[in-house]
Each structure stands twice: as structure tokens, then as C-alpha cells.
């Protein structure tokens, strides 16, 4: 049977299915001569202080020195293309900028969004209410029976926050759409102007689910058996009209969006806040029957649909019923992942099969966060003093060290809670991005861009870490290594760069000490990004072609090693 594919992705799906099949008959190895001099760039960000500094850099030989490991990179092994790398506008993070005076908010925001800062080029949007908003338990159309929509109003986005109701706000007229506004300015501003906007529904209007109202949260007389609930059947129709009413709200503010996942998390949150569920069966027939067809016959037919937008334990189950009927899939640009079903495994297994099954189809990774930041340990927890983080605003020791738990931490009464050990911060970013771009993945977000020093606000208590983290009493601006180690991959990782093979030899290392990707931009310029998650600096050999250079990162560093192909 052949399968249909969309025509703005058939010929991606073709180059990458060609690509497939050279990585299975290609050596590894590649014996082209680059005729390499030395690298051109070192950059280093570390837990002894170094942040994305320069090192020196390192000559090329034709033998290598005796090393721990050895990196090839095969830049003639071409896979996917990158799409960005980045962090959300939610409603806490435009909340918290609005307590700054809007010059101080300005320098963050460049700092963010500008060629001279981190630069990022991909960003997450919610189409409505979430965990993180202010108050919560909102959407663009609460007026119930309302099918036309004629009351829908993106209002809530941009009528901003009292200061009679918020004392230490300075700009009560900024709110999650003057945010967007805003990096969009500064983008328009430099030459590499790329910024795509993926939005996500955390739920569609409260009326139009079957429980008639945003969530249900688990307590002992449901059983914990909390609940989001699931769209009627009358306004499934409705549904996707809400979602095409919010694009040209949003296209007539300025602002066009990228991508769209017809719900956040459909698999549910058991009912901890706004959630809305679907099956890949029945976001299957959404999309075919509706979603799809809808936005085809739309001004917003280049809007990308992304499927799923959840853990990546169960990829393949969605992949394989929405991506397998061919009747969907062309409708469909790829899909949506987050981090959540363990604090160290990335599934670059499940990334592969997937990207070999379905050459043409994007993955990005959408969400991941340090979630339940601070939260006392409930009952069955084992470890209850380590379940309880502390001391993590203005410290980078926290963000360097096994100092991060989540919810199944120790919980006897987790479903596999061996997949959840206690981690360290910058370490489960860095090998998640290294690790999921060497295995097909486009692109990486990252939840709330800033919070306040508790993690939050957050209306049902879900305090999170983010890259930037201020004290709304203080003033006090915090940008956390994670925030520098994100930085340092979008500035050296751009939209368009091509991820290129790469293989490593650990030889006596652990299988987690070292890991490594690589892209390769339009001009040849190769990035090597490598994480050392040990306590002692690590000597590998880089092996380009036919040369080697001899390179020592640092203990427990994210290095990035470019060379002028």
C-alpha cells in the first residue's frame, strides 16, 4: 500500500528516507579530507563558573593522542533540519516582566530574544488557560451555547494586570500578547529574525466538554481518579472553530503562528488543572474529519498540525494510528513530545523507529520543566527529605548537582518510579537536547521562560524551575545555568542547520558520562555539542574526516566545538 503524504512534505519525506537508508549502509566513518587547520570556536559553560566562555582552540593532527573517547562526526551523513530552539510565553511569565520597570523588563527580553543574547528561534504558546495563569479556569469564549463564537475575545491576553489587585506590578498594561509583541520587535530589528510560534490548547471552553467544567481534580471519593474530561460530540465541530477563531485573532494582533497540537497532554493530567482528553483514535478522526480539512480550506492552511504533545513513553501509539492512516497524515506535519515520564531517559530508541517509520515527519520537543519545585513530600514517598527541593534561586550549585526530584521520586506507589531518580538540572536538559537532536529531532522548547523565585505563580500550586527566575519583592533577576546552557545551544544551533551523523567510542566511560550531536549550517560551519556529566574533565578525540584534534572538557560542562568545514 502506498502511503499518502502531504505535498508540503513529500519531499522531505523522500530526502529523508533516502537518508535512512545511507546511515544503514554507510560506514560510520567518512574518509573525506576537510584539510582541518584547527577548530574555529570553543565554548564553554560549566559548573566551576565558566559561562558560554571562549577556550582556546585546538590544532588538527593526522594521528590522535591516546584519549578517553573518541567522537567521529560524518558531516556528509545529512539528517533533519533544525527548526529552533527556545522556551514559552505563558501568562505567569508575562505576569512576573510586568513587575519590572519596562526598561529592565527590555534588557531581559533582548536577553532572551536578541542576536547579542540567547537568540531563540522556537517558543510555545497556550491557546487559553493553564496551570501557569494568574487565576486560571479561563478560555476566549465562556459564554455558554455560544456555537457561533460570537462572543470569542483574545482580551484576556492582553488586558494585562491590576496593580490595585497586584501592588508590585510596574506595567499593568503587559500580559502574555504585549510578550509576544515585544520579541517580535526585537526580531524584526536583526538580520536572523526567525521566531515560529507553536500553539496549544489546554482545554476547549468549559461547556463544551462533558463534565462541564475545566477539570476535576483526584481526591479520596473519586478514587484519585481526577479527570479533564473529553469534547461532546455536538461541538467537536465547534472545537475546531475555536481554534481557527484564535488564529485570526492572533493573525490580526500581528502575530502569525507556526504550529498547533489540537490539545496539550490529551492523555490527561488526572485532572490536576485545565485538561482536555483525547485517544490516538479519536485525535485521529479530529484531525481527518475536521481539524485538517478545516484549516486546508483556510487562510491558515500553512499553519503545521502537530500530533500528541505528551510523554514520549507512548510516541509510538500515537505515531502509529494518526501517522499510519494515510487519510490523516496528510494533514499532518509531525510530532509533538514532552520529557515527564522520566528524569534521565530521552527514548532515542522510540525517536528512531519512529523517524525510519515515518521518514518526513518532524519531532519537537515541546515542554519539559523541573516540576513539583519545592513540593513536601506526600504520603509513600520513601525519601521525603531529598523529594523536597530548597535553595534554588540565585545558587547555581542547585542546578549543577543532584539536587531535582519529581512527582514519582521515590513514591512506592508510582508506576515506574525506577524511571524517575533524583537528577541534576542542567544535566537532564543538556543530555535531553543532545541526545533527542542525534535522533531525529527538529526542535526543542522549554516550558515557562521566566517565574518567580518560588517557581510559580501558578494557580493550583504546580511551582516549576525556569531559565530566568525573579523576585517580584526584590527585584532580583536570576539567570540560572540552565538558562546559559540554552542560550549557548540556540546561538550555536540555528533554524535551517542540518543535524549530521555522529558516533563515540566511550571506551572505559560510563554510558552517561559523555554524549554528543551535531549540526551543520548552510555556510559548513560545524557545531559539536558534547555534555560531561562526571566530576573530572574528560580527553576525547575528534574525528572529522581524515584529522583529529585532541579536546579535554571540563568536568561536569556543556562544550560546544565548532569547525570551518
Not at 69 to 86: E, L, M, N, R
Not at 509 to 518: C, E, I, R, Y
Request: hydrophobic residues 35%; glycine residues 6%.
Amino acid at each position: 500500500m502506498v502511503k499518502t503524504v502531504a505535498p508540503k512534505k513529500l519531499v522531505a519525506a523522500i530526502s529523508a528516507a533516502l537518508t535512512v537508508g545511507l546511515l544503514s549502509a554507510c560506514s560510520q566513518t567518512t574518509s573525506n579530507d576537510y584539510a582541518l587547520t584547527k577548530t574555529s570556536e570553543i565554548i564553554v559553560t560549566n559548573e566551576a563558573g565558566d559561562v558560554q566562555a571562549l577556550k582556546p582552540n585546538v590544532a588538527f593532527v593526522d594521528q590522535a593522542q591516546q584519549a578517553q573517547a573518541v567522537i567521529t562526526i560524518s558531516p556528509d551523513i545529512k539528517k533533519q533540519t533544525i527548526v529552533g530552539i527556545g522556551s514559552s510565553f505563558t501568562e505567569s511569565s508575562a505576569f512576573i516582566l510586568a513587575h519590572l520597570e519596562p526598561e529592565v523588563r527590555a534588557e531581559v527580553m533582548n536577553n532572551v530574544y536578541g542576536a547579542e543574547g540567547a537568540n531563540f528561534s522556537l517558543t510555545r504558546t497556550p491557546i487559553g488557560a493553564t496551570d501557569f495563569s494568574v487565576e486560571g479556569q479561563w478560555s476566549y469564549a465562556d459564554v455558554a451555547g455560544d456555537v457561533s463564537l460570537k462572543h470569542f475575545s483574545i482580551e484576556e491576553d492582553k488586558n494585562g494586570f491590576s496593580k490595585a489587585k497586584y501592588p508590585n506590578i510596574k506595567d499593568e498594561s503587559f500580559d502574555v500578547l504585549p510578550m509576544i509583541h515585544e520579541a517580535l520587535a526585537i526580531k524584526a530589528k536583526q538580520d536572523d529574525s526567525d521566531l515560529r510560534i507553536i500553539s496549544s490548547a489546554w482545554t476547549a471552553p468549559s461547556w463544551m466538554k462533558d463534565i462541564d467544567t475545566w477539570y476535576i481534580r483526584p481526591t479520596p471519593e473519586n478514587g484519585y481518579q481526577g479527570t479533564g474530561g473529553e469534547l461532546k460530540p455536538e461541538y467537536v465541530s465547534t472545537y475546531t472553530d475555536y481554534l481557527l477563531k484564535y488564529l485570526d485573532a492572533y493573525q490580526a494582533e500581528g502575530v502569525d503562528i507556526w504550529a498547533l497540537t489540537p490539545v496539550n497532554e490529551p492523555a490527561g493530567n488526572s485532572g490536576q488543572w485545565e485538561s482536555m482528553h483525547f485517544t490516538p483514535e479519536t485525535q485521529r478522526d479530529f484531525i481527518k474529519a475536521h481539524l485538517g480539512p478545516t484549516l486546508a480550506a483556510s487562510s491558515h492552511k500553512d499553519v503545521n498540525v502537530l500530533i500528541y504533545d505528551q510523554n514520549r513513553d507512548h510516541l509510538e501509539d500515537w505515531t502509529d494510528t494518526i501517522l499510519g492512516d494515510p487519510d490523516t497524515a496528510q494533514y499532518v506535519y509531525g510530532t509533538a513530545v514532552h520529557w515527564y515520564s522520566s528524569t534521565y531517559k530521552v527514548y532515542e530508541d522510540a525517536l528512531e523507529r519512529v523517524a525510519t517509520k515515518f521518514p518526513g515527519y518532524g519531532i519537537i520537543n515541546t515542554e519539559a520543566t523541573i516540576d513539583d519545585l519545592g513540593k513536601p513530600a506526600p504520603g509513600g514517598v520513601s525519601d521525603p527529605e531529598n523529594f523536597q527541593e530548597s535553595d534554588w534561586f540565585g545558587n547555581d550549585a542547585f542546578w549543577w548537582n543532584d539536587t531535582a526530584t519529581d512527582w514519582a521520586y521515590s513514591a512506592e506507589w508510582a508506576p515506574n518510579a525506577e524511571d524517575h531518580p533524583i537528577y541534576t538540572p542542567v544535566h537532564r536538559y543538556a543530555r535531553n537536547i543532545i541526545v533527542s537532536l542525534d535522533h531525529w529531532m527538529e526542535g526543542w522548547v522549554d516550558w515557562n521562560i521566566v517565574l518567580d523565585h518560588n517557581g510559580g505563580p501558578n494557580h493550583v500550586g504546580n511551582f516549576c524551575g525556569a531559565p530566568i527566575m525573579i523576585d517580584t519583592n526584590t527585584g532580583e533577576i536570576y539567570y540560572t545555568p540552565v538558562f546559559h546552557v540554552l542560550s549557548q545551544f540556540s546561538r550555536t544551533i540555528r533554524p535551517g542547520d542540518v543535524a549530521v551523523q555522529t558516533s563515540i567510542d566511550r571506551g572505559q566511560l560510563g554510558d552517561d558520562d559523555l554524549h554528543t550531536s551535531a549540526t551543520l549550517s548552510a555556510d559548513n560551519l560545524l557545531s559539536v555539542q558534547l555534555l560531561n556529566t562526571t566530576k573530572k574533565p574528560i580527553d576525547y578525540a575528534l574525528k572529522i574526516g581524515e584529522q583529529m584534534a585532541n579536546i579535554t572538557i571540563d568536568a561536569n560542562a556543556v562544550q560546544t566545538v565548532r569547525v570551518q568545514l
